[in-house]
């Protein structure tokens, strides 16, 4: 605890998930926080209280990153709150199923606005804000690096975030920038609703040699040691967050 004492830092979609986590754990390290959301104010203002209850400093700002320029409007928001950035958490994203003869070009141009556009233009105008040595930490995913006929969509915007991640880590160096992704198997999250379905849960939590589905926190933590000086070391990275998913084959039942 303690370690972010003095830094500021933005996570976007911060209202829930691994997001939420996320916010309320740099919270706990000393960062002061900007939660982002984009559709609910008041999931938003839970975690700013949450935040505070424990001591903690944080403040909402809202910018729907579906929508052109958002990074502007998210930036403005941040900038009536603070004159001060250290940590750059871009945790938002959306995703929608289907199989390569389902998915539509309006579902495809929603989510690459949302998973890589609004993350890339956030970095852009954020390097005008970050303090020299910041963190810039992006959610990318194992569906990046595994074939996921269901998702290829999102797969995609995923795989275009690795790059990014790589591309900016070597772009930025010179700043003492470092620049690293995460990509988290299968989550329990809103984003895996289809876990309700029969049988789906023990089925995904059987793709982890660890026996289980991930929970916010298993990302979030990983989330916080990157932006910790503990990671100053640690760059270009996706580090994989699966609980040890794609060793094998799955197990026989």
Known sequence: MGNLKGKTALVTGASRGIGRYTAQRLAKDGARVAVHYGKSKEAALEVV??????????????A?????????????????????????????????????????????????????????????HGLKRINDGGRIINLSSAAAYMASPMATMYSATKGAISTITRTLAWDLGNRQITV???????????????????GARDWAAGQSSLGRVGQ???????????????ARWVNGQIIDATGGGLLGVTKMG
């Open 180 to 198: 690293n992704a995460v990509a988290p198997g299968f989550t329990d999250t809103e984003m895996s609703s289809w876990f309700a379905q029969p």
């Open 49 to 62: 209280a949450a935040i505070a209850a424990n001591g903690g400093s944080a403040f909402a700002i809202h």
């Open 64 to 124: 729907d990153l579906s929508l052109p320029h958002s990074a502007e409007t998210l930036w403005k928001a941040f900038d009536e709150q603070s004159d001060q950035l250290d940590i750059i958490v871009n945790n938002a994203g959306e995703v929608v199923y289907g199989n390569i003869l389902e998915i539509v070009e309006e579902d495809f141009e929603h989510l690459y606005a949302v998973n890589v556009k609004a993350p890339l233009f956030i970095i852009q």
């Open 216 to 230: 916010p926190g298993d990302i979030g933590d990983i989330i916080a040691f990157l932006a910790s000086d503990d």
